[in-house]
């Protein structure tokens, strides 16, 4: 990391000058995890909405993103565009759903990729399951990338919750692909 230079701790505000010196040294292969917060240039937060609505996961989409077809949907399922360009090294989340103690068995194997892990001391503390959509927040609708060029976030727990970081610039509507880990 050297010659990189952040803002200083007591900063309120990181400055548009600063983030681009950031975005220039930020490097996702060689920071560990709990280094990706650090190096976070900006802070998306999910739309505020009700707790409890038919669908939560589409209702708290931010407004810089939006729900359209992804070619990484089998029959062009929804996935997240943005509609702004969006600066590697910003964070999103945390992921929301349901939280279990133990890995729910009752599932559909179909259903196991919106299953997360959340690590205490290196053992499984607990299970988040995002696949309901009135339980989720919009991190529901974000897809796996099938090759690593297609990929543009990567998924990091900071204490008990799950974030997404994007590791590439996401200039606006682009690519077929939308949003992927």
């Known amino acids: 990391m050297t010659g990189c230079q952040l803002p200083g701790e007591n ?18 292969s060689n920071l560990k995890e709990d280094e990706f ?17 038919p669908n939560r996961a589409q209702a708290s989409l931010p407004r810089n ?13 929804l996935g997240v565009w943005s ?9 999103f989340g945390p992921l929301v759903g349901e939280v ?6 009752s599932r559909k194997e179909t259903d196991r990729i919106s299953l ?16 309901d959509v009135t339980r989720s927040n919009w991190m ?19 204490d008990f919750n ?6 590439k610039a996401h200039p606006p509507q682009h690519g077929a692909h939308g949003v992927v880990l």
């Open 83 to 91: 509609l702004d360009h969006i600066p590697r090294g910003t964070r």
């Open 162 to 167: 799950i974030y997404f970081y994007t590791t």
């Open 11 to 28: 900063d309120p505000v990181v400055h548009q000058e600063d983030t681009t010196n950031l975005e220039e040294c930020w490097d996702s």
């Open 65 to 77: 993103l939006t729900l359209k077809p992804s070619q990484n949907q089998v029959n062009n399922g």
């Open 116 to 131: 997360w892990k959340v690590f205490k001391n290196n053992n499984v503390y607990q299970f988040l399951d995002n696949s």
């Open 37 to 53: 917060e650090e190096f976070s240039v900006y802070i998306v937060h999910d739309r505020a909405c009700d707790r409890v609505c």
């Open 140 to 158: 529901h609708y974000t897809n796996f990338a099938y090759t690593a060029a297609q990929q543009n976030l990567i998924a990091c727990q900071i």
């Open 100 to 105: 279990f103690s133990r890995e729910p068995y």
